[in-house]
């Protein structure tokens, strides 16, 4: 396929430069320079999120009153996805405030639908230079069988190719801060809870930032080729 020749050339040409002088290798080119952009772009997307984690794990320990090593040994066992299942069942089970659970709720929501498979797919497929310098493309491997019409063969494909800038990622880094940040203010929320205090609730305009999202139509699919 052409999109893989011109990716092949480009990183072949990189790789060359590197073995002839290896001094010129640094961690800002350690690829073809289309890709630094993302690659900056994504490296901090996976800061943000792991700090997400964190903190949803320090919500789920302060609401289930286990910490310390006992309570590490079980939820290390446990990805995100199962621990926003458990945080919901926490928030219910501690009978927190109705309007501290809604915005709990539009948080998880945002987190399940909006941040992770867009964040997967960024960091988990592949990425393809072209001859243009301002278009890189991200191939997601999927196998698909269509059958566009009836009576006509089945079409198989493999490959899925979808221009993505550095600025697409930056922008989901931008809306997972915002949801982090969300969740820090639930789980000081939760914690006045505890103390029989109203809880703090998150700010209106993130609020309806989130429910626009969780409105909001899914994109369709690109045509794989």
Same mark, same amino acid.
Not at 65 to 92: H, P, S, W, Y
Not at 105 to 119: A, D, G, T
Not at 128 to 151: A, F
């Given at each position: 396929?052409?999109?893989?020749?011109?990716?092949?050339?480009?990183?072949?040409?990189?790789?060359?430069?590197?073995?002839?002088?290896?001094?010129?290798?640094?961690?800002?080119?350690?690829?073809?320079? &289309?890709?630094?952009?993302?690659?900056?772009?994504?490296?901090?997307?996976?800061?943000?999120?792991?700090?997400?984690?964190?903190?949803?794990?320090?919500?789920?320990?302060?609401?289930?009153?286990?910490?310390?090593?006992?309570?590490?040994?079980?939820?290390?066992?446990?990805?995100?996805?199962?621990?926003?299942?458990?945080?919901?069942?926490?928030?219910?089970?501690?009978?927190?405030?109705?309007?501290?659970?809604?915005?709990?709720?539009?948080?998880?929501?945002?987190?399940?639908?909006?941040?992770?498979?867009?964040?997967?797919?960024?960091?988990?497929?592949?990425?393809?230079?072209?001859?243009?310098?301002?278009?890189?493309?991200?191939?997601?491997?999927?196998?698909?069988? &269509?059958?566009?019409?009836?009576?006509?063969?089945?079409?198989?494909?493999?490959? &899925?190719?979808?221009?993505?800038?550095?600025?697409?990622?930056?922008?989901?880094?931008?809306?997972?801060?915002?949801?982090?940040?969300?969740?820090?203010?639930?789980?000081?929320?939760?914690?006045?809870?505890?103390?029989?205090?109203?809880?703090?609730?998150?700010?209106?305009?993130?609020?309806?930032?989130?429910?626009?999202?969780?409105?909001?139509?899914?994109?369709?699919?690109?045509?794989?080729?």
């Amino acid at each position: 396929m052409r999109i893989e020749c011109i990716y092949q050339s480009k990183f072949n040409a990189f790789r060359d430069r590197i073995r002839s002088d290896p001094a010129t290798m640094t961690s800002k080119s350690l690829g073809p320079k &289309e890709l630094a952009d993302h690659a900056s772009a994504i490296g901090y997307l996976c800061i943000y999120y792991a700090e997400l984690e964190s903190i949803l794990t320090q919500l789920i320990s302060r609401m289930s009153g286990l910490k310390g090593e006992k309570f590490d040994l079980f939820v290390n066992q446990i990805d995100l996805l199962k621990k926003l299942t458990v945080a919901r069942g926490l928030a219910i089970s501690t009978k927190a405030p109705s309007d501290w659970y809604d915005d709990l709720e539009l948080i998880l929501v945002e987190i399940q639908n909006h941040i992770m498979p867009k964040r997967n797919r960024y960091v988990h497929d592949s990425w393809r230079v072209t001859m243009l310098d301002t278009i890189v493309l991200r191939r997601t491997d999927k196998t698909r069988i &269509e059958r566009p019409q009836s009576r006509q063969q089945p079409v198989l494909t493999t490959k &899925e190719y979808v221009n993505t800038s550095a600025a697409d990622i930056w922008a989901l880094s931008k809306d997972l801060v915002a949801v982090r940040d969300g969740l820090l203010i639930l789980d000081d929320g939760f914690h006045s809870f505890q103390f029989r205090e109203a809880p703090q609730l998150l700010p209106q305009q993130l609020r309806d930032q989130l429910i626009t999202h969780r409105k909001a139509p899914k994109p369709r699919k690109p045509k794989a080729r």
